[in-house]
């Protein structure tokens, strides 16, 4: 089971956009996530009238390690470390450290 799943509102803790928010959108074998609208690059990317991609600068995201991000808890507004705990009836859940409330419920 993952800390950061796809779909989780986080915040960066380091880098250029130190304090941005934003919703994950893909999550990388390598220990690396992609946010939208958080370290953005600029692709030259070469006409294809086959594919239908014109040509030009393109904005897009770049993926950021998951070192550098923390889950946005909503009750407190901040980011927030990630625990796993197991429940009565044998799920496996993530949890706040601080809290131990349950993050998500299935």
Do not use: C, Y
Request: charged content about 30%.
């Amino acid at each position: 089971m993952k800390k950061i799943r796809k779909g989780d509102q986080v915040v960066v803790l380091a880098g250029r956009d130190k304090g941005k928010r934003g919703a994950v959108l893909h999550v990388h074998v390598d220990e690396r996530v992609t946010v939208q609208s958080i370290n953005m690059i600029k692709r030259h990317t070469r006409p294809n009238p086959n594919r239908g991609i014109t040509g030009g600068i393109v904005d897009k995201e770049a993926p950021i390690h998951i070192s550098n991000i923390a889950l946005l808890n909503p009750a407190t507004g901040r980011g927030e470390r990630i625990g796993f705990k197991t429940l009565a009836d044998g799920r496996k859940v993530r949890v706040w450290k601080k809290s131990g409330e349950v993050v998500d419920v299935k």
